[in-house]
């Protein structure tokens, strides 16, 4: 599935309902006016193609002449269809296995098979960051029509899959803690001038070890977060003029295909990962396993002119090549990790990726690992009403705080009670980790011994196969990366000696 340059990708089949949802100032060429049938014997080698480069029969005289010629279609990993216009019948095969991050003896288990490989079964996945799990399913009668949310929100929890779902698949888990009377809470949250403690109610309850297993939410970094949001506040006055003033314009469509491409060329991932555009999806992208591809969905609304690279290097750059590496390893399997006695992934894996996030912008404010770290803290010992009114002091749209206070709740039923779901610490908590061993550990060989813990990197590098590994272009000059890393600690007035006590 390789992103074409050509002009079959944005100019095909699309209905009228569809162009006008397009951006505005981003609109379609018109369709190409078909050829005089009896020109068609003179059609090109480039109109034989099919929509993925696939030559189409051709033969001569009359009878060819009669056979319909199917139109041509835009590749597949150039989609930008609406996720409400899919059918049904693709539920089944959207499966999202998610890990958690941190399962002690029982690693999170990578992938057995090349995520290169066009043979990955129906069993098949790859590792992906949990903030990313968000495409806007329809859930039964419930469902209603998906709304964008701002750049400044936090991912929406993914919502579950339709009727056609496999019976015997358990749904990952942020669709199990996704309640299903959401909208309904918050419309009466709001209605109450935000007093009223909301009262989820889940399809499937989470079994008591996993919610138990995430009740504990940390402090051990809590002055480093709320410095992080501080600074950020110092310089812009609020995170939105910081969104602003920082992320630059939202992209078009046609600036987007570019973008990515380029970035697909510069990792050599071309037609290997497929990419779609979505004006429906309601975080900044997905990166997902559809259809036995890994899949990455992008949101139009989120596209940034200075941060779109950036999500790029998180989901392809780190967690899709790090897959890859890791598929080539001796430890691949979660037998041979727990064998071997490796420790879990993350938080270097989702520490490792936030920081690509931010690592070549001109201010790389590490604000939303900071405030998810922050939010958890305060859930542990407060109800969701009064969390909400106590971080007002950082986030001022009360969508963005129903946001981070419902992921912070979410397992819980009855709200008023203090509780939290600590899983969104990990991403603070493994960038500064990263950061306080920045100096001691070699990046080049974590990126290339796939998905494991950077504590573990020496005593793997004897045994690893290194010959078809990739490194992500921006890891590849370490000396400049490390500059990086220490642009990130000064601009996010991070203290070294700080850390080093913190993390002997």
């Not at 989609?79 to 095969?93: F, I, K, W």
């Not at 003029?241 to 295909?257: I, R």
């Not at 490796?342 to 894996?349: D, H, Q, S, V």
């Not at 008023?416 to 070699?442: M, T, W």
């Amino acid at each position: 599935m390789v992103l074409d340059s050509g002009e079959v990708f944005m100019d095909q089949v699309e209905a009228e309902s569809v162009r006008d949802r397009l951006d505005p100032d981003v609109r379609p060429d018109p369709p190409k006016t078909a050829k005089p049938p009896a020109k068609r014997s003179n059609v090109s080698k480039k109109e034989r193609l099919s929509h993925n480069g696939v030559p189409t029969p051709s033969g001569g005289g009359q009878g060819a002449e009669r056979r319909t010629r199917a139109p041509l279609r835009r590749p597949l990993s150039m989609e930008a269809t609406p996720q409400r216009l899919r059918g049904s019948q693709e539920v089944a095969d959207r499966r999202v296995v998610q890990p958690p991050w941190r399962s002690g003896s029982a690693a999170p288990s990578p992938p057995t098979r090349s995520l290169t490989s066009l043979s990955l079964g129906s069993g098949g996945w790859m590792r992906r960051s949990e903030s990313t799990c968000s495409v806007n399913y329809p859930l039964g009668p419930r469902a209603g029509r998906g709304q964008m949310r701002p750049a400044t929100s936090l991912p929406h929890i993914a919502k579950g899959a339709g009727g056609s779902a496999l019976p015997s698949a358990r749904p990952c888990l942020l669709v199990a803690l996704r309640p299903l009377n959401l909208e309904e809470e918050k419309r009466t949250f709001f209605q109450s001038d935000y007093k009223y403690e909301p009262q989820f109610e889940y399809a499937q309850p989470e079994p008591r070890s996993v919610l138990d297993k995430y009740r504990e939410g940390s402090g051990l970094f809590l002055e480093q977060a709320v410095g992080i949001m501080e600074c950020v506040l110092r310089k812009f006055g609020s995170y939105e003029n910081f969104e602003e003033v920082t992320g630059g314009s939202v992209l078009p469509k046609s600036q987007v295909w570019a973008a990515v491409r380029k970035y697909l060329q510069k990792e050599g991932c071309v037609g290997e990962v497929v990419v779609r555009l979505s004006d429906e999806l309601l975080s900044q992208a997905v990166m997902v396993v559809e259809s036995c591809r890994p899949t990455l969905t992008i949101n139009l609304a989120g596209a940034r002119q200075h941060w779109l690279e950036g999500m790029l290097r998180h989901e392809i750059g780190t967690h899709y090549l790090r897959g890859v590496n890791n598929s080539l390893q001796p430890w691949a399997s979660a037998e041979a990790r727990k064998q071997l006695g490796l420790k879990p992934a993350n938080p270097t894996e989702e520490g490792l990726a936030s920081l690509h996030s931010v690592l070549l912008r001109k201010q790389p404010h590490l604000w939303r690992a900071a405030l998810l770290y922050y939010t958890v803290f305060h859930a542990a010992s407060m109800s969701f009403s009064r969390l909400f009114g106590h971080i007002a002091r950082f986030v001022q749209d009360p969508d963005v705080r129903w946001e981070y206070c419902l992921r912070a709740k979410r397992g819980q039923t009855d709200t008023s009670q203090p509780g939290c779901f600590s899983k969104d610490q990990v991403y603070l908590d493994g960038i500064l980790r990263i950061l306080r061993h920045r100096r001691n550990i070699d990046f080049k060989m974590l990126a290339s011994l796939g998905k494991v813990s950077f504590e573990d990197v020496e005593r793997l590098r004897p045994l690893a196969a290194l010959s078809r590994t990739r490194i992500p272009h921006f890891m590849r000059d370490q000396e400049r990366y490390l500059q990086h890393l220490d642009h990130i600690v000064a601009v996010n007035e991070l203290d070294d000696p700080a850390l080093e006590q913190l993390l002997p």
